[in-house]
């Protein structure tokens, strides 16, 4: 979607507009239009649902999509917002509601990579897919966990990836990526994969597809100098630098505290720093508590880390 930045709703505005065209949809009660990037969870008609979602400059959105045909046709809409949805029926009626909902209240425009050109109604779109779900989303699973002491021994423990096995007749091995940060061990994902077989984890970033390495890092990935130089220009870069963690952090303290940055990318250094999560941001962070336009931002930032 392409719109003027200042006409960015907020998450209040947001809803209630999506309310008032007649769809069941929320959004998580943290959630920022403004400063939010990466994974979105929503309500639709009482079921879980999520989405992507990535905001940046338009002209840079143009230049890495390479569509920069589409310049002259985008007015003063100087912002991008990109969903990006999997194959859950759920998330594609809560991405095409959000959106056509959004360039409706913000006199935006909504771009289809998949079809190649603007949607022309985007209300009627997002309507005509509600039969669609109806039919065809299954009931709502009844979740339920209990705790077991599981025996296992450790078989790998790298920087962010540990995999254990357990000590059963028949044995069963799960690998986990964790973050440790403010007194707590957070699971950042879980596998389980049969034992005796090689293990290859492979995560997606846009349309590429990279191996981890035994540490939980892109093998495939670009330096993070590279990507630093490249934050604020493309999310792509912006998207590598969360996924890249820990290993991430110190370059962005040093953006985050740079005076001859921008000011928008160094704010956007401090929210990832608070998105990623790790302690070795605080100091940083606690240094610019106290700037006169980055303090609320760090702040913020700092509260992310301790909770």
Request: net charge negative.
């Amino acid at each position: 979607m392409f719109l003027a930045r200042s006409k960015l709703p907020t998450r209040e505005a947001w809803l209630q507009a999506i309310r008032a065209h007649g769809f069941e949809l929320t959004f998580d009660a943290s959630f920022d239009p403004a400063t939010d990037d990466g994974h979105l969870p929503c309500v639709y008609r009482g079921a879980e649902a999520g989405f992507e979602y990535f905001t940046g400059d338009a002209n840079a959105y143009l230049l890495e999509q390479e569509l920069g045909e589409l310049r002259e046709q985008l007015g003063g809409r100087d912002f991008a917002v990109s969903f990006v949805t999997r194959s859950r029926m759920e998330d594609l009626k809560a991405a095409s509601i959000a959106g056509a909902v959004l360039v409706v209240i913000a006199d935006g425009l909504l771009w289809s990579d998949e079809a190649g050109e603007f949607i022309d109604a985007p209300l009627q779109h997002a309507h005509d897919l509600e039969p669609v779900f109806l039919e065809t989303a299954p009931a709502a699973p009844q979740v339920t966990s209990a705790a077991v002491d599981l025996a296992a021994r450790i078989v790998f423990r790298g920087q962010a990836l540990t995999t254990l096995e357990t000590l059963e007749a028949v044995p069963r091995r799960f690998t986990a990526k964790v973050a440790a940060g403010a007194g707590e061990v957070r699971i950042l994902a879980l596998w389980q994969q049969a034992v005796g077989k090689p293990t290859i984890h492979r995560l997606r970033i846009g349309a590429a597809t990279h191996e981890l390495d035994p540490k939980g890092n892109l093998q495939a990935a670009r330096p993070i100098a590279t990507l630093i130089s490249l934050l604020g220009v493309t999310e792509s870069a912006t998207r590598e630098l969360l996924l890249a963690g820990a290993a991430a952090v110190s370059s962005l303290c040093e953006v985050a505290g740079d005076s001859r940055k921008p000011m928008q990318v160094r704010r956007m250094a401090i929210v990832m720093l608070g998105q990623i999560g790790d302690a070795a941001a605080k100091p940083a962070l606690m240094t610019l508590s106290t700037h006169t336009d980055l303090g609320s931002v760090a702040a913020d930032a700092l509260k992310k880390l301790q909770s």
